[in-house]
């Protein structure tokens, strides 16, 4: 089993910024990629973007691309979702998963095998 813990959310006003992190225990491996999702009050969940654990390539929705990079520290098994010029759309319970067999990276929910409990991050106008 995975655990994964989110943290870094808050209140932010718009145009700023945030990094989220995500700590994993448990079981790991290289081929384990890591993805970051949202769910704004009253919407569905929405993937944001992907890395693979090895190769460090990465995968964003054209939402965010440009204004939201993910990155990893494989020796923490920690995956980190920087968010720049942050809008008051923005404001979604935001979680990290793993998919544990990874045939490439993807933003398809049903790939990913372990989820976070999930950090709140409110943008004000």
């Known amino acids: 089993q995975v655990q994964l813990v989110e943290s870094g959310g808050g209140l932010v006003q718009a145009g700023g910024s945030l990094r989220l992190s995500c700590a994993a225990s448990?079981?790991?491996?290289?081929?384990?990629?890591r993805g970051w999702f949202r769910r704004p009050l009253g919407k569905e969940r929405e993937f944001l973007a992907a890395?693979?654990?090895?190769?460090?390539?990465?995968y964003y929705a054209d939402s965010v691309k440009g204004r939201f990079t993910i990155s990893r520290d494989n020796a923490k098994n920690t995956v980190y979702l920087q968010m720049n010029n942050l809008k008051p759309e923005d404001t979604a319970v935001y979680y990290c998963?793993?998919?544990?067999?990874?045939?490439?990276?993807?933003?398809?929910?049903?790939?990913?095998?372990?989820w976070g409990q999930g950090t709140q991050v409110t943008v004000s106008s």
């Open positions: 890395i693979g654990n090895s190769s460090g390539n990465a």
């Open positions: 448990g079981r790991t491996a290289g081929s384990y990629s």
């Open positions: 998963a793993v998919d544990s067999a990874p045939y490439g990276l993807t933003g398809r929910q049903g790939e990913y095998d372990y």
